[in-house]
Protein backbone atom coordinates (compact mmCIF):
# COMPACT_ATOMS: atom_id res chain seq x y z
CA UNK A 1 0.00 0.00 0.00
CA UNK A 2 1.31 3.44 -1.12
CA UNK A 3 2.05 5.85 1.98
CA UNK A 4 0.79 8.85 1.58
CA UNK A 5 2.80 12.03 3.38
CA UNK A 6 -0.07 14.90 3.09
CA UNK A 7 2.04 17.38 3.91
CA UNK A 8 4.50 17.00 0.99
CA UNK A 9 3.53 19.10 -1.63
CA UNK A 10 5.92 18.14 -4.25
CA UNK A 11 3.63 15.44 -5.74
CA UNK A 12 1.84 18.17 -7.57
CA UNK A 13 4.77 19.97 -8.71
CA UNK A 14 6.07 17.19 -10.02
CA UNK A 15 3.22 15.55 -11.69
CA UNK A 16 0.26 18.03 -11.85
CA UNK A 17 -0.43 20.12 -15.17
CA UNK A 18 1.03 24.16 -14.74
CA UNK A 19 -2.63 24.88 -15.56
CA UNK A 20 -3.81 24.42 -11.80
CA UNK A 21 -4.58 27.99 -10.00
CA UNK A 22 -6.50 28.31 -6.81
CA UNK A 23 -3.57 25.65 -5.12
CA UNK A 24 -0.84 28.66 -5.68
CA UNK A 25 -2.74 31.31 -3.55
CA UNK A 26 -3.93 28.75 -0.69
CA UNK A 27 -0.65 26.69 -0.71
CA UNK A 28 -1.52 24.43 1.72
CA UNK A 29 -3.11 20.38 1.79
CA UNK A 30 -6.66 20.30 2.88
CA UNK A 31 -7.74 17.38 4.75
CA UNK A 32 -11.07 17.98 6.07
CA UNK A 33 -14.35 20.54 5.49
CA UNK A 34 -17.10 21.08 7.20
CA UNK A 35 -19.66 23.43 6.88
CA UNK A 36 -18.05 26.29 6.21
CA UNK A 37 -14.56 25.88 7.29
CA UNK A 38 -11.93 23.79 5.46
CA UNK A 39 -9.17 22.24 7.60
CA UNK A 40 -5.53 21.53 6.43
CA UNK A 41 -2.58 18.87 6.82
CA UNK A 42 -1.55 21.15 10.01
CA UNK A 43 -4.72 20.98 11.50
CA UNK A 44 -4.71 24.81 10.83
CA UNK A 45 -8.75 25.92 10.03
CA UNK A 46 -9.66 28.16 7.36
CA UNK A 47 -13.08 29.95 6.90
CA UNK A 48 -14.05 29.53 3.45
CA UNK A 49 -15.29 32.78 1.49
CA UNK A 50 -15.14 30.92 -1.93
CA UNK A 51 -17.31 28.05 -1.12
CA UNK A 52 -16.48 26.17 -4.50
CA UNK A 53 -16.56 29.25 -6.92
CA UNK A 54 -20.20 29.18 -5.42
CA UNK A 55 -20.24 25.63 -5.98
CA UNK A 56 -21.25 25.02 -2.06
CA UNK A 57 -23.94 26.97 -1.79
CA UNK A 58 -25.04 24.42 1.08
CA UNK A 59 -21.57 23.98 2.97
CA UNK A 60 -19.23 21.39 2.81
CA UNK A 61 -20.48 18.22 3.47
CA UNK A 62 -24.17 19.35 4.41
CA UNK A 63 -25.23 16.25 6.78
CA UNK A 64 -28.33 15.33 5.49
CA UNK A 65 -26.63 15.29 1.94
CA UNK A 66 -23.93 12.94 2.79
CA UNK A 67 -26.48 10.77 4.72
CA UNK A 68 -28.94 10.29 1.75
CA UNK A 69 -25.57 9.73 -0.56
CA UNK A 70 -23.80 6.74 2.38
CA UNK A 71 -27.51 5.63 1.61
CA UNK A 72 -27.56 5.46 -2.03
CA UNK A 73 -24.34 3.70 -2.32
CA UNK A 74 -24.56 1.21 0.77
CA UNK A 75 -27.31 -0.10 -1.23
CA UNK A 76 -26.17 -0.50 -4.40
CA UNK A 77 -27.68 2.15 -6.40
CA UNK A 78 -27.10 3.01 -9.30
CA UNK A 79 -23.87 4.91 -9.92
CA UNK A 80 -23.94 6.22 -13.75
CA UNK A 81 -26.58 5.37 -16.10
CA UNK A 82 -26.20 7.62 -19.16
CA UNK A 83 -30.14 9.18 -19.52
CA UNK A 84 -31.39 5.57 -18.37
CA UNK A 85 -34.21 6.31 -16.23
CA UNK A 86 -33.42 5.38 -12.43
CA UNK A 87 -34.92 5.84 -9.25
CA UNK A 88 -32.58 8.69 -8.39
CA UNK A 89 -33.57 10.98 -11.33
CA UNK A 90 -37.13 10.77 -11.10
CA UNK A 91 -36.90 11.80 -7.00
CA UNK A 92 -34.62 14.36 -8.09
CA UNK A 93 -37.33 15.97 -11.12
CA UNK A 94 -40.21 15.46 -8.70
CA UNK A 95 -38.36 17.74 -6.31
CA UNK A 96 -36.70 20.24 -8.95
CA UNK A 97 -40.42 20.48 -10.27
CA UNK A 98 -42.36 20.58 -6.88
CA UNK A 99 -39.60 22.99 -4.89
CA UNK A 100 -38.70 25.34 -7.56
CA UNK A 101 -40.70 24.99 -11.20
CA UNK A 102 -44.28 24.93 -10.11
CA UNK A 103 -43.67 27.70 -7.47
CA UNK A 104 -42.55 29.91 -9.85
CA UNK A 105 -44.93 28.52 -12.90
CA UNK A 106 -42.36 27.71 -15.06
CA UNK A 107 -42.96 24.94 -17.46
CA UNK A 108 -39.36 24.48 -18.73
CA UNK A 109 -38.08 21.10 -19.62
CA UNK A 110 -34.99 20.03 -17.48
CA UNK A 111 -31.83 19.04 -20.45
CA UNK A 112 -29.40 16.84 -18.46
CA UNK A 113 -25.93 17.91 -20.47
CA UNK A 114 -22.16 16.91 -19.11
CA UNK A 115 -20.98 17.98 -15.98
CA UNK A 116 -20.00 20.92 -15.57
CA UNK A 117 -21.18 24.72 -16.43
CA UNK A 118 -19.25 25.10 -19.58
CA UNK A 119 -21.48 21.98 -20.70
CA UNK A 120 -25.07 23.72 -20.29
CA UNK A 121 -23.76 26.72 -22.19
CA UNK A 122 -22.19 24.80 -25.31
CA UNK A 123 -25.77 23.27 -25.04
CA UNK A 124 -27.57 26.38 -25.04
CA UNK A 125 -26.18 28.45 -28.00
CA UNK A 126 -25.87 25.22 -29.79
CA UNK A 127 -30.08 24.99 -29.78
CA UNK A 128 -30.46 28.66 -30.04
CA UNK A 129 -28.53 28.46 -34.01
CA UNK A 130 -30.57 25.43 -34.63
CA UNK A 131 -33.79 26.90 -33.71
CA UNK A 132 -33.27 30.27 -35.58
CA UNK A 133 -31.11 28.88 -38.27
CA UNK A 134 -28.27 32.11 -36.97
CA UNK A 135 -24.90 32.09 -36.17
CA UNK A 136 -24.36 35.33 -34.04
CA UNK A 137 -24.71 35.14 -29.98
CA UNK A 138 -24.84 38.58 -28.28
CA UNK A 139 -22.40 38.32 -25.14
CA UNK A 140 -21.34 40.87 -23.23
CA UNK A 141 -18.18 42.91 -21.59
CA UNK A 142 -16.75 41.59 -18.64
CA UNK A 143 -18.58 38.15 -19.60
CA UNK A 144 -17.37 34.56 -18.49
CA UNK A 145 -19.67 31.53 -19.57
CA UNK A 146 -16.85 28.51 -19.63
CA UNK A 147 -13.67 27.32 -21.06
CA UNK A 148 -14.51 25.15 -23.88
CA UNK A 149 -14.20 26.59 -27.20
CA UNK A 150 -17.80 27.78 -27.61
CA UNK A 151 -18.50 29.26 -24.56
CA UNK A 152 -14.98 30.70 -24.30
CA UNK A 153 -16.43 32.57 -27.23
CA UNK A 154 -18.44 34.05 -25.23
CA UNK A 155 -16.41 35.42 -22.46
CA UNK A 156 -14.33 38.41 -22.31
CA UNK A 157 -11.44 38.02 -20.33
CA UNK A 158 -8.32 38.22 -22.84
CA UNK A 159 -6.25 36.00 -20.45
CA UNK A 160 -9.07 33.11 -20.93
CA UNK A 161 -9.38 33.64 -24.40
CA UNK A 162 -5.43 33.73 -24.93
CA UNK A 163 -5.87 30.05 -23.91
CA UNK A 164 -7.62 28.78 -27.00
CA UNK A 165 -3.73 28.98 -28.63
CA UNK A 166 -4.99 31.06 -31.66
CA UNK A 167 -8.25 28.89 -32.10
CA UNK A 168 -10.80 31.61 -34.07
CA UNK A 169 -13.13 32.23 -31.38
CA UNK A 170 -16.17 33.94 -33.62
CA UNK A 171 -19.70 33.74 -34.32
CA UNK A 172 -20.20 35.74 -31.13
CA UNK A 173 -20.36 39.84 -30.87
CA UNK A 174 -19.69 41.34 -27.46
CA UNK A 175 -21.87 44.48 -26.25
CA UNK A 176 -21.48 46.87 -23.24
CA UNK A 177 -22.80 45.27 -20.30
CA UNK A 178 -24.97 47.38 -17.97
CA UNK A 179 -22.72 50.44 -16.84
CA UNK A 180 -19.47 49.06 -18.70
CA UNK A 181 -19.04 52.55 -20.88
CA UNK A 182 -19.38 54.61 -17.10
CA UNK A 183 -22.03 56.42 -15.33
CA UNK A 184 -24.64 58.21 -17.50
CA UNK A 185 -24.29 56.21 -20.41
CA UNK A 186 -26.94 54.22 -21.31
CA UNK A 187 -25.70 51.13 -23.01
CA UNK A 188 -28.83 49.61 -23.88
CA UNK A 189 -29.52 52.81 -26.29
CA UNK A 190 -26.06 52.10 -27.73
CA UNK A 191 -26.84 47.83 -28.01
CA UNK A 192 -30.38 48.90 -29.69
CA UNK A 193 -28.37 51.39 -32.12
CA UNK A 194 -26.03 48.54 -33.10
CA UNK A 195 -28.60 45.65 -33.93
CA UNK A 196 -31.37 48.28 -35.82
CA UNK A 197 -28.22 49.90 -37.92
CA UNK A 198 -28.28 47.55 -41.22
CA UNK A 199 -24.55 48.93 -41.52
CA UNK A 200 -23.21 48.51 -37.88
CA UNK A 201 -21.68 44.66 -39.18
CA UNK A 202 -23.34 43.12 -36.77
CA UNK A 203 -25.29 39.73 -37.85
CA UNK A 204 -28.91 39.20 -36.52
CA UNK A 205 -28.53 37.40 -33.69
CA UNK A 206 -29.53 33.55 -32.63
CA UNK A 207 -29.43 34.61 -28.73
CA UNK A 208 -28.29 37.19 -26.23
CA UNK A 209 -26.43 34.91 -23.26
CA UNK A 210 -26.00 37.05 -20.27
CA UNK A 211 -25.46 36.48 -16.30
CA UNK A 212 -27.32 38.74 -14.23
CA UNK A 213 -24.49 38.90 -11.79
CA UNK A 214 -21.01 38.60 -13.43
CA UNK A 215 -19.00 36.67 -10.67
CA UNK A 216 -16.19 35.99 -12.62
CA UNK A 217 -15.99 39.62 -14.01
CA UNK A 218 -16.41 42.02 -11.53
CA UNK A 219 -19.48 41.27 -9.92
CA UNK A 220 -21.26 43.68 -12.25
CA UNK A 221 -24.74 43.32 -10.92
CA UNK A 222 -27.13 44.13 -14.07
CA UNK A 223 -30.77 46.31 -13.01
CA UNK A 224 -34.15 45.05 -13.52
CA UNK A 225 -34.46 47.82 -16.10
CA UNK A 226 -31.82 46.65 -18.17
CA UNK A 227 -32.68 43.24 -17.32
CA UNK A 228 -35.83 44.16 -19.44
CA UNK A 229 -34.03 46.03 -21.59
CA UNK A 230 -32.42 42.97 -22.91
CA UNK A 231 -35.33 40.66 -22.50
CA UNK A 232 -37.31 42.96 -24.77
CA UNK A 233 -34.36 43.54 -27.37
CA UNK A 234 -33.87 40.25 -28.07
CA UNK A 235 -37.52 39.50 -28.81
CA UNK A 236 -37.93 41.80 -31.29
CA UNK A 237 -34.61 40.69 -33.12
CA UNK A 238 -36.65 37.56 -33.00
CA UNK A 239 -33.28 36.25 -30.98
CA UNK A 240 -33.86 33.44 -27.63
CA UNK A 241 -32.82 35.04 -23.93
CA UNK A 242 -30.50 32.46 -22.32
CA UNK A 243 -29.85 33.38 -18.73
CA UNK A 244 -26.09 31.81 -17.51
CA UNK A 245 -27.27 31.52 -13.84
CA UNK A 246 -24.33 28.98 -13.09
CA UNK A 247 -22.38 31.38 -10.42
CA UNK A 248 -25.41 33.36 -9.19
CA UNK A 249 -28.27 30.59 -9.13
CA UNK A 250 -29.20 28.54 -6.45
CA UNK A 251 -29.97 31.32 -4.22
CA UNK A 252 -26.72 33.22 -4.02
CA UNK A 253 -28.33 36.24 -5.05
CA UNK A 254 -31.03 35.85 -2.62
CA UNK A 255 -34.12 33.83 -4.59
CA UNK A 256 -33.54 30.28 -6.11
CA UNK A 257 -33.08 32.22 -10.04
CA UNK A 258 -30.72 35.26 -10.27
CA UNK A 259 -33.77 37.16 -12.07
CA UNK A 260 -36.79 36.15 -10.08
CA UNK A 261 -37.48 39.65 -9.38
CA UNK A 262 -37.00 41.37 -12.97
CA UNK A 263 -40.33 40.54 -14.36
CA UNK A 264 -39.09 38.55 -17.62
CA UNK A 265 -38.92 35.04 -19.05
CA UNK A 266 -35.92 33.44 -20.41
CA UNK A 267 -36.09 30.79 -22.84
CA UNK A 268 -33.24 29.39 -21.66
CA UNK A 269 -31.10 29.20 -18.26
CA UNK A 270 -28.19 27.27 -17.10
CA UNK A 271 -27.86 25.56 -14.19
CA UNK A 272 -24.63 24.47 -12.28
CA UNK A 273 -21.79 24.85 -9.31
CA UNK A 274 -24.40 24.16 -6.81
CA UNK A 275 -26.89 22.55 -8.51
CA UNK A 276 -26.41 18.78 -6.91
CA UNK A 277 -25.67 20.86 -3.57
CA UNK A 278 -22.74 18.64 -2.15
CA UNK A 279 -20.09 19.95 -4.80
CA UNK A 280 -20.86 17.04 -6.85
CA UNK A 281 -20.42 17.32 -11.35
CA UNK A 282 -23.90 18.48 -12.16
CA UNK A 283 -24.86 20.58 -14.76
CA UNK A 284 -28.10 21.14 -16.97
CA UNK A 285 -29.79 23.45 -19.23
CA UNK A 286 -33.62 24.13 -18.69
CA UNK A 287 -35.76 25.11 -21.92
CA UNK A 288 -39.27 26.20 -22.75
CA UNK A 289 -40.93 23.03 -24.14
CA UNK A 290 -41.94 24.78 -27.52
CA UNK A 291 -37.89 25.20 -28.14
CA UNK A 292 -37.11 21.08 -27.20
CA UNK A 293 -36.78 20.52 -30.78
CA UNK A 294 -33.62 18.01 -29.93
CA UNK A 295 -34.03 14.43 -31.79
CA UNK A 296 -33.05 11.98 -29.78
CA UNK A 297 -29.03 11.76 -28.78
CA UNK A 298 -28.24 14.66 -31.12
CA UNK A 299 -26.50 16.30 -27.86
CA UNK A 300 -25.70 14.24 -24.94
CA UNK A 301 -22.77 13.71 -22.59
CA UNK A 302 -21.47 10.66 -21.30
CA UNK A 303 -21.83 11.71 -17.09
CA UNK A 304 -25.03 13.40 -17.97
CA UNK A 305 -26.86 11.31 -15.86
CA UNK A 306 -24.26 11.59 -12.36
CA UNK A 307 -26.98 9.69 -9.98
CA UNK A 308 -24.61 10.58 -7.03
CA UNK A 309 -25.78 14.33 -7.98
CA UNK A 310 -29.31 13.80 -8.37
CA UNK A 311 -29.35 12.06 -4.82
CA UNK A 312 -28.14 14.91 -3.08
CA UNK A 313 -29.83 17.77 -5.47
CA UNK A 314 -33.22 16.09 -4.55
CA UNK A 315 -31.93 16.70 -0.31
CA UNK A 316 -30.75 20.19 -1.37
CA UNK A 317 -34.25 21.12 -2.89
CA UNK A 318 -36.04 19.47 -0.08
CA UNK A 319 -34.23 20.79 2.91
CA UNK A 320 -33.93 24.11 1.81
CA UNK A 321 -36.77 25.32 -0.84
CA UNK A 322 -39.70 23.44 0.68
CA UNK A 323 -40.46 26.85 1.52
CA UNK A 324 -39.37 30.45 2.06
CA UNK A 325 -37.37 30.50 5.05
CA UNK A 326 -34.19 29.57 4.05
CA UNK A 327 -34.88 32.13 1.36
CA UNK A 328 -35.24 35.01 3.80
CA UNK A 329 -32.49 34.09 5.73
CA UNK A 330 -29.98 34.60 2.80
CA UNK A 331 -31.58 37.91 1.74
CA UNK A 332 -31.11 38.69 5.47
CA UNK A 333 -27.24 37.88 5.63
CA UNK A 334 -26.87 39.26 2.45
CA UNK A 335 -27.82 42.83 4.35
CA UNK A 336 -25.47 42.06 6.99
CA UNK A 337 -22.66 41.68 4.68
CA UNK A 338 -23.40 44.59 2.18
CA UNK A 339 -23.46 47.01 5.45
CA UNK A 340 -19.99 45.18 6.77
CA UNK A 341 -18.13 45.28 3.12
CA UNK A 342 -19.50 49.08 2.88
CA UNK A 343 -17.98 49.78 5.67
CA UNK A 344 -14.80 48.73 4.78
CA UNK A 345 -15.06 49.94 1.35
CA UNK A 346 -16.01 53.61 2.79
CA UNK A 347 -11.80 53.47 4.08
CA UNK A 348 -10.40 53.04 1.21
CA UNK A 349 -9.85 55.72 -1.61
CA UNK A 350 -11.90 55.13 -4.72
CA UNK A 351 -12.95 51.43 -3.44
CA UNK A 352 -16.67 50.55 -4.41
CA UNK A 353 -19.34 48.15 -3.51
CA UNK A 354 -20.19 45.74 -6.36
CA UNK A 355 -22.39 42.75 -6.45
CA UNK A 356 -25.97 41.62 -5.04
CA UNK A 357 -26.91 39.17 -2.18
CA UNK A 358 -24.82 36.91 -1.13
CA UNK A 359 -22.38 37.80 -4.07
CA UNK A 360 -20.94 41.10 -3.11
CA UNK A 361 -17.47 42.29 -2.72
CA UNK A 362 -15.17 45.52 -2.69
CA UNK A 363 -13.40 46.77 -6.08
CA UNK A 364 -10.01 48.24 -4.23
CA UNK A 365 -9.05 49.57 -7.95
CA UNK A 366 -6.04 47.73 -8.06
CA UNK A 367 -4.91 43.87 -8.78
CA UNK A 368 -1.95 44.05 -6.86
CA UNK A 369 -4.11 45.12 -3.59
CA UNK A 370 -6.93 43.03 -3.55
CA UNK A 371 -4.19 40.41 -4.10
CA UNK A 372 -2.07 41.34 -1.02
CA UNK A 373 -5.49 41.89 0.86
CA UNK A 374 -6.72 37.85 -0.08
CA UNK A 375 -2.85 36.66 0.48
CA UNK A 376 -2.90 38.23 4.09
CA UNK A 377 -6.46 36.95 5.05
CA UNK A 378 -4.96 33.61 4.12
CA UNK A 379 -2.60 33.84 6.46
CA UNK A 380 -5.09 34.68 9.03
CA UNK A 381 -7.79 31.73 8.33
CA UNK A 382 -9.70 32.99 5.85
CA UNK A 383 -10.23 31.66 2.21
CA UNK A 384 -10.89 34.42 -0.42
CA UNK A 385 -10.19 35.34 -3.92
CA UNK A 386 -10.30 38.16 -6.19
CA UNK A 387 -12.26 38.96 -9.66
CA UNK A 388 -12.65 41.56 -12.12
CA UNK A 389 -10.95 42.30 -15.43
CA UNK A 390 -7.95 43.79 -13.86
CA UNK A 391 -8.51 41.37 -10.54
CA UNK A 392 -9.22 44.09 -8.64
CA UNK A 393 -12.06 43.26 -6.89
CA UNK A 394 -12.24 41.21 -3.60
CA UNK A 395 -14.57 38.43 -3.76
CA UNK A 396 -16.82 37.18 -1.04
CA UNK A 397 -18.68 33.80 -2.01
CA UNK A 398 -19.72 32.13 1.22
CA UNK A 399 -21.53 29.29 2.17
CA UNK A 400 -25.13 30.60 2.06
CA UNK A 401 -25.58 28.45 5.21
CA UNK A 402 -22.54 30.10 7.25
CA UNK A 403 -23.24 31.44 10.96
CA UNK A 404 -23.56 34.68 11.43
CA UNK A 405 -20.46 34.04 13.98
CA UNK A 406 -17.97 32.90 11.22
CA UNK A 407 -19.54 35.31 8.63
CA UNK A 408 -18.42 38.22 10.62
CA UNK A 409 -15.10 36.18 12.21
CA UNK A 410 -14.75 35.90 8.61
CA UNK A 411 -15.44 39.89 7.81
CA UNK A 412 -13.36 41.10 10.78
CA UNK A 413 -10.29 39.17 9.28
CA UNK A 414 -11.23 40.78 5.90
CA UNK A 415 -11.29 44.60 7.64
CA UNK A 416 -7.90 43.83 9.27
CA UNK A 417 -6.30 42.61 6.13
CA UNK A 418 -7.29 45.83 4.26
CA UNK A 419 -6.43 47.80 7.18
CA UNK A 420 -2.62 46.32 7.08
CA UNK A 421 -2.44 47.03 3.33
CA UNK A 422 -3.97 50.72 3.04
CA UNK A 423 -2.55 52.06 6.76
CA UNK A 424 -5.90 52.39 7.98
CA UNK A 425 -5.88 51.30 11.25
CA UNK A 426 -9.90 52.46 12.09
CA UNK A 427 -10.94 50.17 9.54
CA UNK A 428 -9.98 47.13 11.53
CA UNK A 429 -11.29 48.62 15.16
CA UNK A 430 -14.70 48.91 13.64
Known amino acids: MTTVTTGDKSIYTRRESEA ?3 CRAFDTVFTKASGSILTDAEGNDYIDFLAGCSSLNYGHNDPDMKAALIEHISRDGVTHGLDMHTDAKSAF ?18 MMTGPTGTNAVEA ?54 DGAMGEGVDTLEHIEWMLSNPSSGVDAPAAFIVEP ?17 IARIAKEQGALLIIDDIQAGCGRTGTYFSTEDF ?52 VALEKFWKDKSFEKDVQRKSELLGARLKSIADHIPGATLKGRGMMQGIDVGSGDLAGDICATCFENGLIIETSGAHDEVVKVLCPLTISDELLEKGLDILAGAVAKHTNNTQIAAE
Open 20 to 22: RSY
Open 93 to 110: LRAYENTILRPRRMDHKV
Open 124 to 177: AIKLARKITGRRNVIAFTNAFHGMTLGALALTGNSGKRDGAGGTSLNDVTHLPF
Open 213 to 229: VQGEGGLNAASKEWMQG
Open 263 to 314: GIDPDMITQAKSFSGMGLPFAALLIKPELDVWKPAEHNGTFRGNNHAFVTAR
